[in-house]
């Protein structure tokens, strides 16, 4: 519609039409004016319930800022024909017509939309206009441009109106400037070619035009981006970079999206859409979201790098503090990254961080617990007792260390299952390191029976150390055989041995072979052993009787 007036208009004025046709035009206009009137006083009903002036005109231009607020529910109501009896088109230079009116109401529209936000609360709303504004008492001042490197003053002016009254419109100065504005502050041919092809209507405090420009520029930003993004994951995965996956990954999620929303808020800056749809538009949420999207891809790129060069030096317990840290460093960014736009949206930050300051009060005594847990953490972390994959022992517990997160320490047991222990709880427990053993005492409980003799005593230890001493994985010192002492059921031998491995696996193997030798040695000289203590049983007469414990040797 906006460009059928104006092509009108430009037909128009090319015609050259004469002053006679003008003043005919004229004449039509006011018949025109008095058949409208109980129209305007139906639809000033609703403009006028908040006013503070008792108007009596029926536009309610008694007053400047009654005249503006007509002014805007006519455009808004796409009425351009009425609300071009806002303007004061006396006076019109040559090449402007009466019969243009409405495209001069577009015009104004137009230029208001794209360059101001004309605040009617500063508006005078007295029928003298506003007083000691630098202007005559005539003319009010609503707004100011600066076009080429001058100051141009948008202007009300009173009027006579009829029946011996006095309105106030745009005054015919204004009016006058209008075509030169708009070629310069008006809308570009993009958005002129939308506003004719896109039906009227409104979505959400927006025309249907500014939806359908705002979605074509978002949609040709990515379908720029796509094949771009599309290319650099393919070289990416034929390259031989060790984290060349993630790359791939970053390049077609994140990366594709930031850069397709940096070209829209490019390619929307360079419109000529009303400066309240960019600030709709370009609000910054879409940057926002991408930008903590492409940190947080960016910092588990970095986790991944570096967890794999601590890995390939043997550092696991460096490489396990990356994730936590990782994490809280994605905390952080999106807590960032929310007040960034919240303080751009217009919220003051520095109230809402005083508000958490005074709510995490509150919320540190509900999560003390968890407070306490992330202290233990610390404490593990600095104090190292135990590392990620060591085999520890904690009392009756005992397991290889999986991992040490900010709440919880998760432990793989013997049984294969998994246990999970607060570390608050773990820092305070007294915890064996298993797996900082540089080798591993083998201490056999070797008992004897009371009936072996001295001579037998002293053939078994000779050849029990030499048995341990030949062995190629038993330390050479310290090693002792030595008679231990007299005890309940027999004769304990006592063994000092330690065993070159800190695999329990193979410290089994080595032990079961010692075992075995030693129990050789033991039957070749005529001795037995006896077990570490008695049990009852009954023989087949039913007689009580004494029975061996079948555990006869222990092993550490």
């Known amino acids: 519609m906006l460009l059928w007036l104006l092509a009108m208009g430009t037909a128009t004025a090319a015609e050259s039409r004469s002053n006679t046709a003008a003043n005919a035009a004229q004449t039509d206009l006011i018949s025109a004016v008095a058949k409208e009137e109980q129209i305007d006083r139906e639809i000033a009903g609703d403009m006028g319930a908040d006013a503070h002036f008792d108007y009596r005109d029926p536009l309610h231009r008694d007053t400047p800022r009654g005249a503006l607020q007509g002014f805007f529910h006519a455009a808004d109501a796409e009425d351009f024909n009425r609300a071009a009896r806002y303007l004061d088109l006396r006076y019109l230079p040559r090449g402007m017509n009466i019969q243009q009116a409405p495209e001069y109401a577009m015009m104004l529209l137009a230029i208001i939309d794209r360059n101001l936000w004309v605040d009617l609360a500063r508006i005078s709303d007295s029928p003298e206009g506003a007083v000691n504004d630098g202007q005559t008492a005539e003319r009010d001042s609503f707004a100011s ?97 060790p984290l060349r996956n993630e790359l791939a990954r970053l390049s077609s999620g994140a990366l594709r999206f930031l850069l397709a929303v940096l070209l829209y808020k490019l390619a929307l800056g360079n419109t000529t859409l009303p400066a309240p749809t960019r600030d709709i538009a370009d609000n910054g949420l879409l940057l926002a979201l991408t930008s903590v999207w492409m940190l947080w891809s960016l910092t588990g790129l970095v986790q991944s790098h570096w967890r794999e060069r601590l890995m390939a030096r043997g550092n696991k317990q460096a490489a396990a503090l990356l994730r936590p840290l990782s994490n809280l460093v994605r905390t952080t960014v999106l807590a960032l990254a929310t007040l960034m736009w919240l303080q751009h949206m217009g919220f003051n930050a520095g109230a809402i961080l005083a508000g958490m300051g005074i709510g995490g009060i509150a919320v540190a005594l509900a999560s003390k617990q968890s407070i306490e847990n992330f202290i233990g953490a610390v404490t593990l972390y600095a104090s190292a007792p135990v590392k990620v994959g060591q085999r520890c022992k904690m009392g009756e517990l005992e397991g290889r260390v999986e991992e040490i997160g900010l709440r919880l320490t998760r432990i793989r047991t013997l049984d294969r299952s998994v246990l999970h222990i607060p570390n608050a709880k773990l820092a305070e427990m007294e915890i064996e390191n298993l797996s900082e053993r540089e080798k591993i005492r083998f201490n056999p409980a070797i008992r004897l029976d009371y009936a072996t003799g001295g001579e037998q005593i002293q053939a078994i230890v000779t050849d029990i150390k030499a048995l341990l001493a030949r062995h190629p994985m038993v330390e050479k010192q310290p090693l002792e055989v030595t008679l231990g002492g007299f005890g309940q059921f027999g004769l304990e031998l006592k063994v000092l041995a330690y065993l070159a491995t800190t695999s329990v696996a193979t410290y089994h193997q080595l032990a079961h072979e010692l075992h075995l030798g030693i129990m050789t040695i033991i039957e070749h000289h005529g001795s037995s052993l006896v077990p570490a203590a008695m049990v009852m049983g009954a023989d087949e007469k039913g007689s009580g009787r004494e029975w061996p414990n079948p555990k006869v040797v222990q092993a550490e």
Not at 217 to 241: E, K, Y
């Open 145 to 241: 441009l600066t076009v080429a490197g001058r100051e141009v003053d948008l202007l009300l002016q009173r009027v006579p109106g009829s029946k011996s009254s006095w309105v106030w419109k745009v005054s015919s100065a204004t009016v006058a400037q209008l075509p030169e504005l708009y070629r310069t502050l008006g809308y570009s041919p993009l958005v002129e070619w939308y506003i004719r092809h896109v039906p009227a209507g409104r979505l959400l405090m927006l025309d249907l035009w500014e939806w359908a420009l705002i979605l074509s520029l978002l949609g040709g930003a990515f379908i720029v981006v796509l094949p771009l993004t599309w290319l650099l994951r393919a070289w990416l995965l034929r390259s031989r970079w």
